[in-house]
């Protein structure tokens, strides 16, 4: 394979990778290694989609009725204005959950999954109502009396998507739609028809109105049930057990969670008072004033409804602290076998290490899964004799538990063979242990034997009769 070939084999297996790593579970959204979200140091890791959304009505109430006026007469008018529509806030992210020591929890945003818009607008109600009899006839009538079209370009509405959270520290803070409308007649009064006639001059004054509106929205924080807020991009919170759990976390945890925020609205209607006149065909028009009437409600909190972020954790069921393997012959082995379960709701992970003194398991990683259990047999061999001990360490991936001690004891009793006995002589009288074969200066062999040969006879005799000799000159 070429160089180039192999570099476009590395890119595609990187995409592969990526790819597996943010395909989603049909389970639920748990999302397993690999991922470019787990610390490369972490034994377990879990990612768990959540979802928040928010609705507000801005300006709820905001408007006037008149209701109808006169209270009592043959003839009444009702008149109402209102504010209407919504601000909507969407957000989806990913809870990553790591451990040991203990869950540590990011939580970041899906890209494209921020959503913010904004749909509000004008009603406006007139209606009309009469009640009254004519030459004995009696006549009702009640009805909506129709309102110019052009209100309803007083609408704002705008929206964006974005990258959650737009937490302290994202580029994109605070994430901000806007619309406005184009100037229009909102009222038209003819004064040179109703005031003053001037042969050649038309005229009236009018009122022309435009509107704006923006609606901003920022994550202020994360906040996590048992744990700290998570008040920055990137930011991390430690979880912790339940408040009175007496065994950590168990066989999974559920991570509550929500943002607070701050929406932010910032609206402006200007009326524009106008002239117009119409001279000799020809038509002029000029503002008398601008008055912009400002509305809005700056900084107000908002609160997300929790969700859950479901984390599966595996649990370690094993009790036993000591093995004594007892009395132990010399070179030979014996075998203890271990149960190990797993109470947890993901696979459990265990490592056994730093054994010695003749103790000795497999060191592969044994994976149990959620709610079976497996034996893992360890072993000693007695090489010396006396007494043996060892710790079996066992890492696991249980962030309860991440590691097991079990104290491993052996006695190995002392040998019997080629002791003393009666003083050091043997069982067949002779003195000290019998001598092995050993080779002479001459190229044979003497062998030990229990009866003596004429040699040595004759050697004792002679070394008697010199001990006599000897005796008697004394």
């Given at each position: 394979?070429?160089?180039?070939?192999?570099?476009?084999?590395?890119?595609?297996?990187?995409?592969s990778l990526s790819t597996t790593a943010h395909a989603q579970d049909p389970d639920g959204g748990v999302r397993m290694q690999p991922s470019p979200y787990c610390p490369v140091d972490a034994v377990?890791?879990?990612?768990?989609?959540?979802?928040?959304?928010?609705?507000?009505?801005?300006?709820?109430?905001?408007?006037?009725?008149?209701?109808?006026?006169?209270?009592?007469?043959?003839?009444?008018?009702?008149?109402?204005?209102?504010?209407?529509?919504?601000?909507?806030?969407?957000?989806?992210?990913?809870?990553?959950?790591?451990?040991?020591?203990?869950?540590?929890?990011?939580?970041?945003?899906?890209?494209?999954?921020?959503?913010?818009?904004?749909?509000?607008?004008?009603?406006?109600?007139?209606?009309?109502?009469?009640?009254?009899?004519?030459?004995?006839?009696?006549?009702?009538?009640?009805?909506?009396?129709?309102?110019?079209a052009i209100l309803s370009d007083l609408a704002a509405v705008a929206e964006t998507t974005f990258n959650p959270f737009a937490l302290p520290g994202d580029i994109l803070r605070p994430v901000t739609?806007?619309?406005?409308?184009?100037?229009?007649?909102?009222?038209?009064?003819?004064?040179?028809?109703?005031?003053?006639?001037?042969?050649?001059?038309?005229?009236?004054?009018?009122?022309?109105?435009?509107?704006?509106?923006?609606?901003?929205?920022?994550?202020?924080?994360?906040?996590?049930?048992?744990?700290?807020?998570?008040?920055?991009?990137?930011?991390?919170?430690?979880?912790?057990?339940?408040?009175?759990?007496?065994?950590?976390?168990?066989?999974?945890?559920?991570?509550?969670?929500?943002?607070?925020?701050?929406?932010?609205?910032?609206?402006?209607?200007?009326?524009?008072?106008?002239?117009?006149?119409?001279?000799?065909?020809?038509?002029?028009?000029?503002?008398?004033?601008?008055?912009?009437?400002?509305?809005?409600?700056?900084?107000?909190?908002?609160?997300?409804?929790?969700?859950?972020?479901?984390v599966p954790l595996p649990d370690v069921d094993f009790s036993v602290s000591s093995v004594d393997f007892g009395t132990v012959e010399a070179a030979t082995t014996e075998h203890r076998t271990l149960?190990?379960?797993?109470?947890?709701?993901?696979?459990?992970?265990?490592?056994?290490?730093?054994?010695?003194?003749?103790?000795?398991?497999?060191?592969?990683?044994?994976?149990?899964?959620?709610?079976?259990?497996?034996?893992?047999?360890?072993?000693?061999?007695?090489?010396?004799?006396?007494?043996?001990?060892?710790?079996?360490?066992?890492?696991?991936?249980?962030?309860?538990?991440?590691?097991?001690?079990?104290?491993?004891?052996?006695?190995?009793?002392?040998?019997?063979?080629?002791?003393?006995?009666?003083?050091?002589?043997?069982?067949?009288?002779?003195?000290?242990?019998?001598?092995?074969?050993?080779?002479?200066?001459?190229?044979?062999?003497?062998?030990?034997?229990?009866?003596?040969?004429?040699?040595?006879?004759?050697?004792?005799?002679?070394?008697?009769?010199?001990?006599?000799?000897?005796?008697?000159?004394?």
């Amino acid at each position: 394979m070429t160089r180039w070939g192999k570099i476009l084999g590395s890119l595609l297996a990187m995409l592969s990778l990526s790819t597996t790593a943010h395909a989603q579970d049909p389970d639920g959204g748990v999302r397993m290694q690999p991922s470019p979200y787990c610390p490369v140091d972490a034994v377990g890791c879990n990612l768990t989609d959540v979802d928040f959304e928010y609705h507000h009505d801005a300006f709820a109430g905001a408007g006037f009725d008149t209701g109808w006026i006169p209270s009592s007469g043959a003839i009444q008018l009702r008149f109402a204005l209102a504010l209407t529509g919504r601000t909507d806030v969407t957000m989806g992210g990913t809870v990553v959950t790591s451990w040991p020591p203990a869950l540590d929890t990011q939580v970041v945003g899906r890209p494209g999954t921020g959503h913010l818009g904004m749909n509000y607008g004008v009603t406006l109600v007139a209606q009309l109502r009469f009640h009254a009899s004519i030459l004995g006839a009696s006549y009702s009538w009640e009805g909506s009396i129709p309102t110019p079209a052009i209100l309803s370009d007083l609408a704002a509405v705008a929206e964006t998507t974005f990258n959650p959270f737009a937490l302290p520290g994202d580029i994109l803070r605070p994430v901000t739609v806007s619309d406005s409308s184009a100037r229009f007649h909102l009222i038209s009064y003819g004064l040179t028809d109703d005031i003053i006639s001037i042969p050649g001059l038309n005229g009236g004054i009018a009122i022309d109105m435009e509107g704006a509106l923006s609606t901003s929205y920022q994550t202020n924080s994360i906040v996590i049930v048992n744990a700290d807020s998570i008040v920055a991009t990137d930011g991390h919170s430690r979880v912790f057990p339940e408040e009175g759990a007496t065994e950590g976390f168990g066989a999974f945890k559920n991570i509550v969670l929500h943002p607070d925020g701050t929406l932010a609205y910032d609206g402006t209607i200007t009326l524009y008072p106008t002239v117009f006149i119409t001279l000799l065909g020809f038509d002029f028009d000029y503002d008398i004033a601008e008055i912009p009437i400002h509305f809005g409600a700056g900084g107000m909190e908002v609160m997300f409804a929790d969700d859950i972020a479901h984390v599966p954790l595996p649990d370690v069921d094993f009790s036993v602290s000591s093995v004594d393997f007892g009395t132990v012959e010399a070179a030979t082995t014996e075998h203890r076998t271990l149960t190990i379960g797993n109470a947890g709701e993901a696979p459990l992970e265990l490592s056994p290490r730093g054994l010695r003194n003749g103790f000795n398991a497999p060191r592969d990683t044994i994976v149990i899964m959620p709610g079976e259990s497996e034996e893992l047999d360890v072993t000693f061999l007695s090489t010396t004799p006396g007494s043996a001990s060892s710790n079996l360490q066992i890492d696991t991936n249980d962030p309860d538990a991440p590691l097991l001690f079990v104290r491993l004891s052996a006695s190995v009793p002392a040998s019997d063979a080629g002791t003393l006995s009666d003083g050091g002589v043997n069982d067949d009288a002779s003195f000290g242990a019998p001598f092995p074969p050993q080779s002479g200066g001459c190229g044979c062999d003497i062998a030990t034997s229990r009866s003596a040969t004429p040699l040595a006879l004759a050697l004792a005799m002679l070394v008697l009769g010199l001990v006599v000799r000897r005796a008697r000159r004394a």
